[in-house]
């Protein structure tokens, strides 16, 4: 990777952190309602794995925690926070929420409020894609404790008997809501979990970009290739608690220390710096660049856009015309 | 007009629609090599290989969420749940998935997936193969669920279904899929909101609907030779939405409704028949409308009890002579 596209992904992680962080002032503020989950600590999973697939391309689904993973697939930030103010130009029209951001035309299937819900509908879009014979591939990510659902197993072993192209990304960040997983999860290493399904699957550091990367690579090449599908495991962190109503009490301080040195963004930053291609005034003044961005544009555009209307409250319900409905058809 | 019997127009549907969009698919239990409990899919897989004609694992939620992921790309899938009891495991992706991922998304993605499932009351099956779960799926916003009584709208049901871009449940029995009926010979889709008038009568309306509209006939017959009462039968195939224009122009016409219903009482398809009735024309009601529906209780094992459970063509004929005081 060259030094531009490390800046680039540099700025992207901040970009998310600093997106992130505004969301929480915003709800804070009352602005954003519902749940909130956050995603500081973990950029380099969703920002890593999306550079070494195709943004836009793959098809990628995940949980609630969604916001950045849409972003890197190609989602404008304006219409994500504006789905966040619940406006019409949001990304599902305010009918979403933070929840359910999705955006089908870059091929970001949603995000999903069941704990372990996506992992067969990413199997049943890899099924689609082997179907029409595609050069996609459809990628979940989900965290640890969706593995403790039935959802997990079942679809493991659809997705290795029919070898279908999906790859699945377990972003574990060691905590099931507020539940660490030592208390909740008899077997700590993910990946482990999917070789009683004959499934391929490799396990990294999930704070190192490039490390992420490199491992990405070897499963999305897995997986485009027609081989079957892959588990990665990237071992993570989220800083916040699971949602804005969690206060994250229950980890220690110094565990949170010990996770801040190994922050996602500093790691790269360090990198830069050190190799002479990036200088902490660099930095400081990328940063303020995105929070000129999230402020003047981002937010005023989430601000400043209309609400959904309350004529159209049973739009979507079902599709609007459907010929087979009322006899049309006979 | 060809007679066939439920299971093959069922089967026929498949066939037609496998035949015509390679994107149709049918997946579920034992319905590839087997060719399907209930012989809906029979000589598919050889048809049609096993890519498109998938025997899946015991994993009802996983796989029913497999088929709602392939239709946001375009797939057409017809899910069989073997056994309606056991969409109970798939309820998650039914009710989360499905029929809701177009609201949520503001309409962008469609979740065009068909579910099957044969529910009912069968032979001495016990409380865990007896569920009739039609009050449950009526109860979702964004799933169309329509019922057929006949092999005639199991055929054109399941087409209109499949070419329908909403989530559909075919809520089907277990003890009518021998049952013999005229099917057109050409393709026929058969809508898939609004209602049927079975049989017309002009005294008292009795709304069926799958097995219970064969109850209401054989009642309405008794009705008309012993006590001189005419009954109009209508046929509620579309249990969501339910045909509230069918309902009140029936009740408008007789003054007189009684529901007949498999299932238990309790918020159940007779609860919300009656509710419309009340919104829509409460005012034409000579009498206070009667549910006929199964004791509240699981069905129990015993042949005995299992048929004091539940209701028949008998029961309606009692319910009616009590309104009507004869």
Known sequence: ??????????????????????????????????????????????????????????????????????????????????????????????????????????????????????????????????????????????????????????????????????????????????????????????????????????????????????????????????????????????????SMSDSGAYRTKEEIETWAKRDPINILRDRLIEAGEFAMDDFVSMDKEILDEIENVIIKFAEESPEPKVEELEKYVLTEHCPYAKGEMR | MAEMMFWEAVRRAHDEEMARDPLVIAMGEDIGVAGGTYKATRGLFDKYGPERVIDTPISENSFTGLAVGASFLGVRPIVEIM???????????????????????????????????????????????????????????????????????????????????????????ELMYNMKGEVPDGEYFHPLEGSECARQGKDVTLFGYNISVHWCLQAAEILSKQYGIEADVIDLYSLSPLDRVGIQASVSKTHHAVIVEEAEAPVGVGAEVMAIINEECFFELDA???????????????????????????????????????
């Open chain 2, 288 to 326: 206070a409308p009667v549910r006929v529906s199964a004791r509240n209780v699981p069905i129990p094992y015993n042949h005995t009890l299992e048929k004091a459970a539940l209701p028949n063509a008998k029961s309606v004929v009692e319910a009616v002579r009590k309104m009507f005081g004869k």
């Open chain 2, 83 to 173: 056994s309606v009891n056991f969409a109970w495991l798939a309820m998650d992706q039914i009710f989360n998935s499905a029929a809701k991922v177009h609201y949520m998304s503001g309409g962008q993605l469609k979740a065009p997936v068909v579910i099957r499932s044969p529910g009912g009351t069968a032979h001495q099956l016990g409380a865990q193969h007896s569920a009739r779960m039609e009050k449950v799926f009526m109860g979702i916003a964004g799933l169309r669920v329509v019922t057929p009584s006949n092999p005639r709208q199991a055929y054109g049901l399941l087409k209109s279904a499949v070419r329908c871009d909403d989530p559909v449940f075919i809520n089907e029995h």
């Open chain 1, 1 to 242: 990777m060259n030094a531009a596209d490390k800046k680039r992904l540099l700025r992207e992680m901040l970009f998310a952190r600093r997106f992130e962080e505004r969301c929480y002032e915003a709800y804070v503020e009352r602005k954003i309602g519902g749940f909130l989950h956050l995603y500081p600590g973990q950029e380099a999973c969703a920002i890593g794995v999306m550079e070494a697939a195709r943004p836009g391309h793959d098809y990628v689904i995940t949980g609630y925690r969604d916001h950045i993973h849409a972003i890197k697939c190609g989602s404008d930030p304006k219409e994500v926070m504006a789905e966040l103010y619940g406006k019409e130009t949001g990304s599902s029209k305010g009918r979403g929420g933070s929840m359910h951001i999705f955006d089908a035309k870059h091929h970001f299937m949603g995000g999903y409020a069941l704990v372990g819900g996506p992992f067969p509908l990413a199997a049943g879009m890899a099924k689609a894609i082997q179907m029409k014979g595609g050069d996609e591939i459809a990628i979940c990510f989900l965290g640890d404790a969706a593995n403790n659902q039935g959802t997990f197993h079942e679809t493991m072993n659809m997705a290795s008997v029919w070898k279908l192209p999906v790859l699945f990304v377990c972003e574990n960040n060691l905590y099931g809501i507020g539940t660490a997983i030592e208390r909740s999860t008899a077997e700590l290493d993910q990946y482990k979990r999917v070789c009683g399904y004959n499934m391929a699957a490799d396990h990294c550091d999930g704070q190192d970009i490039e490390v992420v990367m490199e491992h990405a690579k070897k499963a999305v090449d897995y997986v485009r290739s027609g081989k079957g599908p892959y588990f990665l495991e990237l071992k993570t962190y989220r800083y916040r608690g699971h």
